[in-house]
């Protein structure tokens, strides 16, 4: 339970930086309302990405293929823009805002998860 609360709090520090660096390169669009909605946002994107996202992708598989994978990016900006209309605190203004805090909250959370201990890794790895 506690690993699930650093993971969460952990994506909640990724949205704030995410947001930080689109505004410091000059994205304009995306906004989190404070620390409170924040933990909404990830809460509603993890939902999103659970139950709505495997919908998306298998009615989106023939042009993930045709594109080699890279429709996954248009697909992951779109399950955030849904999480901005959804009112939970996040703004999204557009596709292009959508799709640069997708991919930089994707690896900013990767960069930051990589120091969090992993209890199931490690005893995996005994």
């Known amino acids: 339970m506690l690993q699930v609360l650093i993971r969460w709090a952990v994506g909640v520090v990724a949205l704030f930086l995410a947001v930080e660096l689109a505004q410091a390169v000059g994205v304009r669009g995306l906004a989190v309302k404070d620390v409170g909605s924040a933990f909404l946002v990830i809460l509603a994107l993890t939902l999103v990405n659970a139950f709505v996202r495997p919908i998306v992708r298998l009615f989106t598989m023939p042009l993930n293929c045709l594109t080699l994978g890279l429709f996954s990016f248009v697909v992951n900006a779109l399950?955030?823009?849904?999480?901005?209309l959804l009112d939970?605190?996040?703004t999204v203004k557009g596709f292009w805002p959508a799709l640069f805090g997708s991919v930089a909250l994707s690896l900013i959370s990767g960069i930051l998860n990589t120091f969090v201990p992993d209890k199931q890794r490690e005893a995996r790895e005994r």
């Open 79 to 84: 399950m955030f823009w849904l999480v901005g």
């Open 88 to 90: 939970v605190g996040l």
